[in-house]
């Protein structure tokens, strides 16, 4: 039977044809969303279709339902087969391809017989591309890029796709009866931006109870192996997980083990045969006399090479073992430390509920405060904000802050510095507010020297707080703008501006090394969820996370004040020895 991913793919591809072909955009768009909502189910669609009725589903009009039910029937789509017998396969993955698009991918198939990656990367390479009216060695040199980004990227999926999945399956592992100990391992567990998989470590009264009710979890596509204490399924989603049930003795072994890195896993045993041990999934041996430690904790591995505990985060290879071995492992950042979130947008702009929702729900989760933040007006298309609006927004603020004990909305904006360096709202606009977050969403494309002097001129702004998701990437989907990260340090460094660890999984900009960097050279950070609906607050642990992964102690972060301290560091102009 037919899993959901093989009928969101092929939606998907059908989606992708339409497009290049040319078809009716909102007809195209609607099937792609029905494609995505069927990629998310975590439930067999092939089910609901023999039991229940397809439209149920958001996104699924009785066309879609029709084509999924062929689809299902027949193995086929007549409309999809229609397409791939006109076109090349491979022309939508190029179409696909940043700084392509349907035209381009039509026109060199027609005018060059490019019909795969491969031939366009040489098409692209040898002149025959440039040479085509309309494109140029620009476009020709991009393409040549974005493809080489492709082949190195491979097919690892975003975290925040990843971990709801994983939780859920650690949950309701963890639930039964028989299980003991269940935990996320591998790249999860460390909270690597993208990962290929999911390794869940488990100990168990009785380990077939628990591969066998894994296997046969709702959320599960298809079972790849299975074996007593070892099982692989593919969630309907297409995200692999693997399970292993371990003895509870060697919990700690297997568990240490299987969270990797493998790059840390090397250094630790290489440090261990130093000190005259031998680590492995299978112990910790003493070398000399062949006594064999066994670990039911992931802390007794540390402890017994003579080290302190290493977060999971930190275990990448790039100095936590010889930090580790000192003492010196910093105090990390984590959710408890945060106090407030200070780039929340509301549907003043493209945010989605009102501000007192957003404040209301900030404060649930424990937060003393928020910024709002939305966006400026030269986005028009998100309803951003004039003076005037920002004026009446204000107001609005003041009047929830009046009403409201043990918490406080700080007055903020997103404001866009535009392409010829200027910010998008007058100072007397911004002198009105507490704090003023600068972003990038225009004219990505431009030349380092432009995007920098944009960057630069925002930072040495007196009354700009902070810059927005600085690099612009969008993690497997688009590169960041050309920007000179090192550059962009040293001047929040000397302007006192903080940088954002934009918390949104696609994004998470600045990233780990950055963030590392930043705190190195004394810049302060904010980690800010971005919201754009009151569920988008969660987002923030991707980004501490991140942060985290960047040896970020909770002094460098902004958002670890308290309301009454944020306050009057606002109040005075922004300096680099700030605290
Ligand atoms: P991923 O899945 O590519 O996102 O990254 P990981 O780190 O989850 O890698 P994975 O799933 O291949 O393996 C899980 C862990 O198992 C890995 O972090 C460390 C351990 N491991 C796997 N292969 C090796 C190896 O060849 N040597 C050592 N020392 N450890 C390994
Ligand atoms: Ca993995
Ligand atoms: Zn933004």
């Known amino acids: 039977m037919a899993a959901n991913r093989d009928i969101a793919a092929a939606l998907q591809l059908l989606a992708d044809f339409m497009e290049l072909d040319g078809v009716n955009k909102y007809r195209t768009i609607a099937v792609e969303k029905a494609a995505r909502r069927v ?38 789509i007549a409309e999809l087969e229609e397409f791939r017998s006109r076109y090349p396969d491979d022309l939508v993955a190029i179409q696909r391809i940043q700084g392509v698009g349907p035209k381009t991918a039509r026109k060199v198939w027609e005018e060059l017989g490019v019909s795969s990656m491969d031939e366009l990367e040489a098409a692209a390479a040898d002149g025959r591309l440039a040479a085509l009216p309309g494109l140029g060695p620009k476009t020709a040199a991009n393409i040549i890029k974005a493809i080489g980004r492709l082949k190195a990227r491979g097919s690892r999926l ?30 999860v567990r460390r909270m690597k931006e993208t990962v290929k998989d999911v ?46 049930v371990v003895p509870d003795g060697l919990y700690g072994n297997l568990l240490q083990h299987f969270t990797g890195s493998k790059e840390h896993n090397v250094a630790l045993r290489e440090h261990a045969i130093s000190q005259g041990f031998k680590v492995s999934e299978y112990g910790v041996e003493e070398t000399a006399s062949g006594k064999v430690h066994e670990c039911g904790s992931e802390a007794e591995v540390y402890d017994l090479l003579g080290m302190d505990y290493i977060p999971p985060e930190l275990r990448e ?12 492992l910093p105090r990390l950042v984590s959710g408890a430390d945060i106090r407030g979130d200070l780039h929340v947008h509301s549907d003043w702009s493209d945010g989605h509920a009102p501000i007192r929702e957003m404040a209301r729900a900030a404060q649930e989760l424990g ?82 020297s432009q995007i920098m002097e944009r960057l630069t001129a925002a930072m040495e702004h007196p009354l700009v707080r902070a810059i927005g998701h600085p690099t612009g990437r969008l993690i497997n989907r688009r590169d960041p703008y050309e920007v000179d990260i090192e550059a962009i340090i040293a001047t929040a460094a000397r302007t006192g501006t903080a940088l954002e660890v934009n918390s949104h999984f696609q994004r998470l900009d600045l990233c780990d090394l950055h963030a590392r960097a930043a705190q190195d050279a004394g810049v302060r950070l904010v980690i800010n969820s971005d919201a754009h609906h009151i569920s988008d607050l969660r987002l923030l642990k991707y980004g501490i996370a991140t942060a985290r992964r960047g040896w970020v102690r909770p002094e460098t972060i902004l958002n670890t004040l308290t309301a009454d301290r944020l306050a009057r560091l606002l109040e005075r102009p922004k300096s680099p020895t700030d605290t």
């Open 367 to 448: 937060y003393e405060y928020i910024a709002i933040s939305d966006h400026s007006q030269s986005l028009g298309m998100t309803g951003g904000l004039t003076p005037e609006k920002l004026e009446r927004q204000l107001e609005e603020v003041a009047r929830i802050n009046d009403g409201t004990e043990g918490f406080r909305i700080f007055t903020s904006i997103e404001v866009d510095v535009k392409a010829d360096a200027t910010l998008d709202l007058p100072d007397d606009s911004l002198a009105a507010l507490d704090f003023v977050t600068v972003s990038i969403h225009s004219g990505f494309t431009q030349e380092m």
């Open 199 to 244: 390794d869940i470590i488990a100990t168990a009264s009785e380990p077939e109870a628990l591969t066998g009710a894994f296997c046969s979890l709702p959320l599960v596509g298809d079972v790849i192996a299975s074996g007593p204490t070892k099982c692989s399924v593919r969630t309907h989603a297409g995200v692999q997980i693997d399970l292993r």
């Open 158 to 187: 975003l975290l925040g796709e990843v971990l709801p999945v994983a939780e859920e399956c650690v949950a309701l592992l963890a639930a039964l009866p028989e299980a003991r100990e269940v935990a996320c391992a591998g790249s």
């Open 317 to 328: 290879d790039s100095g936590e073992i010889a930090a580790a071995l000192a003492g010196a």
């Open 39 to 76: 990629a998310e189910a975590d439930f067999s669609l092939a089910d609901l279709a023999r039991e229940g009725d397809l439209t149920d589903l958001p996104d699924i009009g009785p066309k879609i339902a029709a084509k999924i039910t062929e689809y299902l029937d027949t193995g086929r």
